[in-house]
Every structure is written in structure tokens, then in C-alpha cells.
């Protein structure tokens, strides 16, 4: 009898090691509500999302932020930012992007949904000394809020080259401008030829643009099609500087009729020390027909042997658990 129980503990525990080596996934959303466009990235041995409130424009007063250790499990950093920190900023709080530069944080977001160059409104500047806020006003006017070369001043992303230099890369309306910031991020240094924002288009842009560096290439990213509808996705080229020219590869995550549908506005994630790369993306469920129901969803990114980046999968699955090496 006692080498029989002395068995079936031997299995138990070895029932419940195999148990544990089984790899966690986030599932798809990675965290609950209404929430778009979202910007991934890395603070503190943390991945962290800044995503769009998704709801009525008068509703989107403010923004949250999450944060994870491993992908799985996430912390909810509320209202790090609202309108009641912008006094210029009334509705429409869209796309934040973050970057930290020495010991503070500077978050870049649009507001107002400005239709023409009289409305106050356009990419703003926010400032914290945490990843979680609070955050206030930088420069207490927007950077941008003028419509340059056809571009709605929206969906901002800021892209820092191996030179130290930091672009601001954005635009809605079909139309994409790259523009060298100052190092203060109060303002713009022109291009040799005395331009300040240059347009790099590519065929068949929309709007949220995205860039990133792999083996020396600049890979530049963006959405087609209406965020509102079945067609929206993300498309994506590759070039030898951040300003181009941009040539059109072809498309790498867009809607799938048994999972989801609007998969697009997206940001990309490197993990420190890794050739690991996740794409964090938002989409509509099937059963969801409002604009605004949108949820925040992350798969991995691959590549193929000449750099090409691999079609995506939309899964309900996500991502496996991955903490950050230290």
C-alpha cells in the first residue's frame, strides 16, 4: 500500500511540473474595454500600452495606461492624462505615442479632431516624470496644428534614428509628414533644404503610421482603408532612411471573417536583448457593429530570411507569457 501511494504522489507531482511548464497566453483582448490605437513599449522592465479611449469624441476627455510584467497579467494606470491638465484640449484625445528622454516621460497625443487650419487643436506634448503619470502640459499650445502638406495633424508617432535624432512622424487624411524635432521637443529643425514637415506617402495610405529599425533597415508601417469598417488594416514598406521613399511591400495584418473584423492602428514592440517583436493592434469583435467598439489585441511579429515581414495571424489566443530579461 505505502509504495502505491508513494506512486501516485510521484505522478501527482510530476502531473503538476508538466502542469506548469505549459506556456500562459494572454488571449485576445489582452485587457478588457473599449480601447484603440495603441502605443506598445518598454519602461522600467515593463511592457506598457497607451491606447485611445474608444468612445463618442465628446467622451474621449482622457487616457489610460496599462502595464505588465510578463504579457499576461496587466495593471490598469487610470486617467494619466485628461483635458483638465491641456486647457486647449477639449474632446477627441487620439493616438498618444511615448518616448522617454533621460529621466522623463513626454507623451505626444492628438485633439479636437481639427477640420481646418482655424480650429484650435492638433498634436499636443504632455510631460510626467513616471511611465504612470500624471501628466500636464508641456508646452501649453499644441506642436502641430496646422494641416502641412494635406495631413491632418493626428495619429503622431515619434521615432528616434541611430543618430539620436527623434522624428514626429504622423498624419490623418491620407497624407504622412516626417519633421525633425528640436531636443527639447518644443518645435521642429528644418531638413537641408530649409522644409520643415516632408511628405513620405506611400501608396495607399490612410493613417497611423509607425516606424521601427531591424539589421539597418528602416521599416515603415501604416493603415489602409476606414477604421470603421471590415477593410481597415495595416500595410507596410522599407527603406534605407526614416524619410524614404517609401515603396508599398504589401499587407501584414488585416481582418479575418472567423475571428475579428477593423484589425489595423497599430505600434510595434522589440523586446531588450531579443530578435522578439510583437505587433499590438486594435480590433472590432464579429458581434460588435458600433464604430467605437474597439479592444486591444497583440500577436507576434516574424520574419522571414530576407527581412520581409511574415502575414500576421489575428488570434483569440494572443501571446505566450514573456517577461523581460534583466
Known sequence: MKQLMFSFLLLALAFRGSAQQVPQYSGNPVFPGWYADPEGTIFQQQYWIYPTYSDAYARQVFFDAFSSPDLINWTKHARILDTSAVRWARYAMWAPAIIQKGKQY???FGANDIQSDQETGGIGVAVADDPAGPYRDYLGKPLVDK???????IDQFVFQDKDGQYYLIYGGWKHCNIARLKADFSGFIPFKDGTVFREITPDKYVEGPCMFMRNGKYYFMWSEGGWTGPD????YAIADNPAGPFTRIGKI?????????GAGHHSIIKVPKEDRWYIVYHRRPLTETAANSRETCMEELRFDEKGFILPVTITNTGVAAHPIKK
Open 253 to 261: 495584418l488585416q481582418s479575418d471573417p472567423k475571428v475579428a473584423k
Open 106 to 108: 513626454f507623451l505626444f
Open 232 to 235: 481597415y488594416c495595416v500595410a
Open 147 to 153: 494641416f502641412y502638406n494635406g495631413a491632418q495633424p
